[in-house]
């Protein structure tokens, strides 16, 4: 019996937490947010040589979001990835892409991104137009955003919303060019983004 009660409370836990996020953007709490990096991810990838796609990721996002869904141009976000996070699996690998010859994260710590427009292009997406600054430089990147929902976690009772987030970049735009054309010059990103309600 109690192997029971512990299993249905497993489950309604389940269903609760699939249920928890609201699909329609234009029920979001409007209002200030920061980043809950523990479910941010900054993702990118990279052709190695033409037989496979090279892929690490970034953690321990920080930053802000300003949100209203009455009127989304107003919308500001400001991001930053400690450079020092990167992660694809290979502990050596790591060490290089901290290194001089890739993300030098000694003397550019910090990735980050300030956006400067954003337009809506469908129910629950949107271009956002921003600053990157990488490795030194500053260029304009645009992401292709969505929105995945939005409602209270009901683990730890915060309320949350989600975004998904694409763009292409040259790395050579930074300043990044090593081992161009054997690994390419063309950057995929992938943000998948969780932000808190500010108190």
Not at 35 to 64: C, K, L
């Amino acid at each position: 019996m109690k192997r029971f009660l512990v299993s249905a409370a497993l489950s309604l836990v389940m269903v609760t937490a699939a249920s928890a996020a609201d699909t329609n953007p234009a029920n979001v709490t409007p209002g200030s947010y920061t980043v809950e990096p523990a479910h941010t991810r900054v993702q990118f990838s990279v052709s190695h040589m033409g037989f496979t796609h090279w892929n690490g990721d970034f953690t321990g996002v920080s930053g802000t979001l300003s949100l209203d869904p009455k009127n989304i141009a107003a919308s500001v976000v400001d991001i930053s990835i400690p450079v020092a996070s990167i992660s694809n699996t290979n502990a050596t690998i790591d060490a290089e892409l901290k290194g001089s010859a890739w993300f030098d994260a000694e003397h550019f710590p910090t990735i980050r991104f300030v956006s400067t427009k954003v337009v809506k292009t469908g129910t629950n997406k949107a271009l956002i137009s921003g600053n990157l600054t990488f490795h030194g430089v500053t260029k304009p990147v645009v992401l292709t955003a969505s929105f995945n929902g939005a409602g209270i976690n009901p683990l730890d009772k915060h309320y949350t919303v989600g975004f998904e987030a694409t763009a292409t970049i040259k790395r050579s735009d930074f300043g990044v060019k090593t081992y161009i054309p054997l690994l390419s010059d063309e950057t995929k990103l992938h943000i998948s983004a969780a932000f808190e309600k500010a108190a």
